[in-house]
């Protein structure tokens, strides 16, 4: 097993195999950042889904972005309504309108048949309005294409809805989570996608809450963020689990 270090982030996980092109190859991963150390007594084998480390399977990375740079293309710009860069290692995102949520994604071929983390460290910076939200998105954020939100919001609670095109359906209303001490702290976000369900994680903590797995979903990801607020997005990763 290994001990896997990325900035705030922690893996306990069985021998990774890392797939430098990402399907990418002008965007390598950024391998250099991860401290590899191998524990004195390994932990055993665990396939529990709602265990966040999980030991008894094999890990692939297939995307790591630190955002050092925009090698993948990201959406930037400045308008009326919002602002969008990637700079100093930070993706950063500005809602200037009070009623919209604004999506950014982009696809990135995830194999969704197959089991997988996505993560994301992200935090919201500011805000004049604390029930709005932020959080990770998975699938395509189209007018007749459908996608999944994991949220936070000021208040320090977390949901999950499903939008279908462009109808939003919650699957978790707003909850209060122990996970949340300080919501305006980096927080990470996980979806993963085991067998037929999708389970829930705030800073390495399952919700309790699970969804069913869609099987139509696009092979995109992105962010969410609603009116007059700020997020910072520090790392985003997929890592397959076999």
Wanted: glycine share 8%; proline share 5%.
């Amino acid at each position: 097993m290994n001990v896997i270090k990325l900035n705030r982030m922690l893996f306990l996980w069985a021998p990774v195999f890392l797939l430098a092109a990402c399907g990418n190859e002008e965007n390598p991963l950024l391998v250099e950042e991860l401290v590899f150390e191998e524990p004195s007594s390994p932990a055993g084998p665990d396939t529990d889904p709602t265990v966040y480390y999980l030991t008894g399977v094999e890990k692939e990375i297939f995307l790591l972005d630190q955002f050092e740079d925009n090698g993948r293309g990201w959406a930037t710009g400045n308008t009326g309504d919002y602002s969008m860069s990637v700079n100093g290692g930070l993706y950063t995102i500005v809602n200037k309108t009070a009623d919209k949520q604004w999506n950014t994604s982009q696809d990135i071929a995830i194999d969704v048949s197959r089991n997988f983390d996505l993560t994301a460290e992200l935090k919201i910076s500011r805000t004049t309005a604390p029930e709005k939200s932020c959080g990770l998105l998975l699938g395509a954020p189209a007018s007749d294409r459908e996608y999944l939100n994991l949220l936070i919001s000021g208040h320090g609670n977390f949901a999950v809805s499903r939008t279908v095109s462009g109808q939003r359906e919650i699957l978790k209303d707003w909850s209060d989570t122990p996970a949340l001490n300080d919501p305006y702290d980096w927080a990470t976000l996980t979806i993963r996608k085991y067998e037929d369900l999708f389970y829930y994680f705030i800073n390495y903590e399952y919700t309790g809450f699970t969804s069913p797995a869609l099987p139509s979903l696009d092979a995109r990801i992105g962010f969410s963020l609603g009116g007059t607020a700020m997020m910072e997005v520090e790392y985003v990763i997929l890592i397959y689990l076999d």
